[in-house]
């Protein structure tokens, strides 16, 4: 019988069609709760034929250690830093992955951060379940810049949001789409220098690459106007903590809205957990039942066709053949 690791949490705890799906394969399915180290990926891989994943390390270690067994990784969702595709590649593993399904609800999610931060929401309700009747004086967002790093499918979602908001909007993307920015008033920024001087709420929605991690440094927040805000619902590596951390608590930076950190789980004592001038939660941006039934019916999908030798929905690196799996 074939065996799949299943290591996704919203998966396994969200009812919907992807599990009824899942099941009627037959397939064996070995689920752990990740996302995993690491060492205790090493301890689930070896015995497996393919893995559905998260925010797993499958590192190099870990695709040598699963051969010649493993066959397949099929990401829930986009984001594929934490797998060594180089690795995957050369060991002949399809990495198939599921573009498109979770866009909206990041989006959304987006602006919850931003929204709590600039109506200082936190502070408000805390001080009202404590029984305090104290109030700080937030925000509009109306006719204020929202810069956009990364104008992808979440990037151009938050910015019809933001203009929906009466917000000004300035983007930067390697890859431009013209007519979408033409459409709904996204003026392009020539460099990130130009987007970071113009912008009043700096919102991160780039890939994690080696020119991308820690972007967000005390260099660029230098050329940032005084009090930004900062979002992050895309990964926590493109900021440097400490440098940020450090201008929170100057003043420098106004606010920052989290999705995702540098350690997932993070430790009891990381910073940013402790400054009142910062928004986290716990990388469930697009965690919401629509969304989650798209992303794992998607990777159940790529899966099964994969494993009957047929073209998944999408793969990270199609130069890998997808050969049947018996």
Not at 3 to 32: K, M
Request: hydrophobic share 45%.
């Amino acid at each position: 019988m074939k065996r799949v690791l299943l290591t996704t949490t919203s998966f396994q705890d969200t009812p919907g069609a992807h599990q009824t799906l899942l099941a009627e394969t037959g397939w064996e399915i070995v689920r752990a709760r990740g996302p995993l180290g690491e060492a205790q990926i090493l301890e689930q891989v070896g015995d497996v034929d393919a893995v559905i994943c998260g925010d797993d390390a499958f590192t190099r270690r870990v695709l040598e250690h699963a051969r010649p067994r493993l066959r397949i990784l099929s990401k829930y969702g986009i984001g594929v830093d934490k797998i060594d595709v180089k690795a995957a590649t050369e060991f002949g593993i399809p990495v198939l992955f599921t573009p498109g399904v979770n866009h909206t609800t990041v989006a959304e999610h987006t602006f919850l951060l931003l929204l709590a931060l600039e109506k200082r929401l936190l502070f408000h309700t805390d001080a009202t379940r404590a029984g305090a009747w104290k109030r700080q004086t937030g925000h509009e967002l109306l006719e204020k810049t929202l810069g956009i790093v990364g104008l992808g499918r979440i990037g151009k979602e938050v910015a019809l949001r933001a203009r929906a908001f009466g917000m000004q909007t300035i983007g930067y993307d390697v890859y431009w789409d013209a007519a979408f920015a033409a459409q709904h008033g996204v003026a392009r920024a020539a460099a990130l220098d130009e987007l970071f001087a113009a912008a009043d709420i700096v919102s991160l929605h780039t890939n994690l690459t080696p020119e991308t991690r820690g972007l967000v440094n005390a260099q660029s927040i230098a050329r940032m106007k005084p009090g930004v805000i900062i979002l992050n619902c895309a990964r926590g590596e493109i900021v440097h903590t400490a440098d940020l951390v450090a201008a929170l608590q100057s003043g420098r930076v106004g606010g920052y809205g989290a999705d995702v950190l540098d350690q997932e789980p993070p430790p009891a004592d990381h910073p940013l957990l402790h400054l009142p001038n910062c928004v986290v939660t716990p990388h469930i941006a697009s965690r919401t039942y629509e969304s989650v039934v798209r992303q794992a019916t998607a990777a159940v999908r790529n899966l099964i066709l994969a494993m009957n030798g047929e073209k998944p929905l999408a793969q990270v690196n199609p130069e890998v053949a997808v050969s049947k799996v018996v």
